[in-house]
Nanobody, 128 residues
């Protein structure tokens, strides 16, 4: 089992920044790729970003490319999402996700629900 706990959400004005953190624990030796997925109000969950096991490969949704940066520190068992130039349409519950199956990030773009483990989510609200 793998446990994921997000933190860092909140309310921010458009153009502002937030950094989300995801602490992971449990059978972390079995974790491969990790990602951030968000669920806007009244919509399905959507892919935001993915990072490989070593952090060497990253993938972003077009809507956040150039504004968000995903990273992970395996020594601290923590993954991050730095969000800059935030827009009202970024408002959503942001989930940390992980998988114990070695898949490329592109796999999850249209299959976010295939991540095996999920955090509880953290709310990000961007005001205009």
């Amino acid at each position: 089992q793998v446990q994921l706990v997000e933190s860092g959400g909140g309310l921010v004005q458009a153009g502002g920044s937030l950094r989300l953190s995801c602490a992971y624990s449990g059978e972390i030796f079995s974790v491969y790729g990790m990602g951030w997925v968000r669920q806007p109000p009244g919509k399905e969950r959507e892919f935001v970003a993915h990072i490989s096991r070593t952090g060497g490969v990253t993938l972003y949704a077009d809507s956040v490319k150039g504004r968000f940066t995903i990273s992970r520190d395996n020594a601290k068992n923590t993954m991050y999402l730095q969000m800059n130039s935030l827009k009202p349409e970024d408002t959503a519950v942001y989930y940390c996700a992980a998988d114990t199956v070695p898949r490329s990030g592109s796999y999850y773009v249209d299959r976010v629900y295939d991540y095996g483990y999920w955090g509880q989510g953290t709310q990000v609200t961007v005001s205009s």
